[in-house]
């Protein structure tokens, strides 16, 4: 089984069908993957300050996370509507690979740009109380880490997968 999935992630990628009709080709699904990016790096900051001024750090941030995660799916759907009018759910998901794709490598490299020990340690302290060791601290913080990539990711493919479906609805695409 395992053996096929490479195989299978190929098909799932290529930029035909069964019967030879083209679908989502892979430069598209980069293109989309790419504006959704840049609608991303233009937005989040002025959200982030319109969030966490009006209802504070600890819920603003993740409140403005989550709306820009959104907004820009919907508008790469609502732009890119053409592209993913055939096999629409197949064409999002492929998108949606991509997405939390690349929302992954960005989860894994945030860790080495902020202070991560001290915020896992009170975490762990605030829930558990007790001291660990110097290995023990490092263990958590990466399970720390991990937790943090995961709930990226995770709310990284819904928004996209919701996002982009409402927009290319929104849009009805011109026929060629």
């Known amino acids: 089984m395992l053996s096929n999935y ?11 069908d069964k019967k030879g009709g083209e679908r989502l080709k892979n430069g598209d699904l980069l293109i989309i993957v790419a504006t959704m990016a840049v609608v991303v790096a233009l937005i989040a900051y002025p959200l982030d300050l319109t969030f966490v001024s009006a209802i504070g750090l ?24 053409r592209s993913l009018q055939e096999s629409r759910m197949k064409a999002i998901a492929k998108v949606t690979v991509v997405w939390g794709f690349f929302w992954m490598v960005l989860a894994t490299i945030v860790p080495a740009f902020s202070e991560y020990g ?8 605030g829930q558990y109380g007790t ?15 991990e937790m943090f990539g995961e709930i990226t990711v995770i ?16 849009r009805k695409p011109k026929e060629a």
């Open 131 to 145: 001291t660990l060791s110097a290995a023990e601290w490092a263990n958590w913080q990466s399970v720390f880490a």
């Open 6 to 16: 490479p195989y299978f992630l190929i098909k799932f990628l290529s930029a035909y």
């Open 155 to 170: 709310v990284a493919i819904v928004t996209c997968f919701i996002g982009l479906y409402v927009g290319s609805i929104l």
């Open 58 to 81: 600890a819920s603003g941030y993740p409140v403005s996370f989550i709306t820009y995660l959104f907004v820009s799916a919907l508008l790469g759907g609502i732009v890119f509507a």
């Open 118 to 125: 001290g915020y896992a340690r009170a975490a762990y302290a």
